[in-house]
């Protein structure tokens, strides 16, 4: 079991910059390839990025691609997502989510935090 706290959302102009983190309890964090999601108002849950076990394999999805790191800590059993020139299509809510093998696909997720909302204003 697995439970995840993001923070570090909020509001920020475009162009900003933005780091969220999210927060593992439990000893094997570090079993679990760790992804981020975000979901916009009427729109479906879309894949971001993912990180592997070891953090030496990341996968991104295109339209972050070069705006946005993923790095993870597992002495400190934490993920986090620093996004720089963000955009108006970025604000959602962003999730992380934990899976024993890397995977773009949300469904394959067992564990998700609660979700902490990026708002972009122009």
């Known amino acids: 079991q697995v439970q995840l706290v993001e923070s570090g959302g909020g509001l920020v102009q475009t162009g900003g910059s933005l780091r969220l983190s999210c927060a593992a309890s439990?000893?094997?964090?570090?079993?679990?390839?760790m992804g981020w999601f975000r979901q916009a108002p009427g729109k479906e849950r879309e894949f971001v990025v993912y990180v592997s076990r070891n953090g030496l394999i990341t996968y991104y999805a295109d339209s972050v691609k070069g705006r946005f790191t993923i790095t993870r800590d597992n002495a400190k059993n934490t993920v986090y997502l620093q996004m720089n020139s963000l955009n108006p299509e970025d604000p959602a809510i962003y999730y992380c989510?934990?899976?024993?093998?890397?995977?773009?696909?949300?469904?394959?997720?067992?564990?998700w935090g609660q979700g902490t909302q990026v708002t972009v204003s122009s």
């Open positions: 989510a934990a899976n024993p093998a890397s995977s773009p696909w949300a469904a394959q997720y067992a564990y």
């Open positions: 439990g000893r094997t964090f570090s079993s679990y390839t």
